[in-house]
């Protein structure tokens, strides 16, 4: 491939990644949220466009999916963001709708509770200046984590109703 045919691709491919991650237009929201849990990204969608991906912490023992309270574990299906909470221990939370019926069943019959409480929040309150770091682990009790300013954008972007898939 010749010199310049690579410069041109670089162009391009660094044109897709701004634009992926460069600030959203105003008042637009998604209708769709992914998380891949080993790639540790979350991306909001509207149809197929790509609105802005994220970099993610998850709970402290994220193989695999969340099989009962207390495990650590980030659930993994097709969920819906079913509440926000503006005022919680975290900077702003988006509650997801874990465990579904499904979820509940299987705990259930492992005669285990499945646990609740799953949200993508902010940072811990009075720990904001952690920032990127928070990333440098897996640290949520099954939560997906991201900055203060990144929960801000996300919040304003993620009306309740939305779907939200988490992929291993």
Same mark, same amino acid.
């Given at each position: ?10 162009? &391009? ?15 637009? %929201?998604? @209708? ?18 790509? +609105?802005?991906?994220?970099? /993610?912490? +998850? ?30 221990? &975290? ?8 465990? %579904? ?6 705990? %259930? ?8 409480? /799953?949200? /993508?929040?902010? +940072? $811990?309150?009075? +720990?904001?200046?952690?920032? @990127? ?17 990144? /929960? ?10 939305? $779907? ?5």
């Amino acid at each position: 491939m010749s010199l310049r045919l690579l410069a041109l691709l670089g162009v &391009f491919l660094a044109a897709g990644a701004v634009t992926a991650d460069a600030d959203p237009p105003a008042n637009t %929201s998604a @209708d769709r949220v992914v998380v891949e849990k080993a790639a540790r990204t979350m991306t909001l969608y509207r149809g197929s466009q790509v +609105l802005k991906s994220y970099k /993610i912490a +998850l709970g402290r023992n994220p193989e695999g999916p969340k099989a009962q309270e207390g495990d650590g574990r980030t659930p993994e299906g097709r969920y819906v963001i079913d509440a926000r909470n503006a005022q919680s221990s &975290f900077h702003r939370s988006l509650h997801i709708s874990y465990p %579904s019926a499904a979820d509940r069943r299987r705990a %259930s019959r492992a005669h285990v509770q499945p646990g609740g409480a /799953i949200m /993508i929040h902010g +940072l $811990p309150n009075g +720990l904001g200046s952690l920032g @990127d770091a928070h990333r440098l682990r897996d640290w949520t009790e099954g939560c997906i984590a991201v900055t203060n300013t990144e /929960i801000e954008e996300i919040w304003r972007m993620v009306p309740n109703g939305t $779907p939200i898939e988490i992929r291993p």
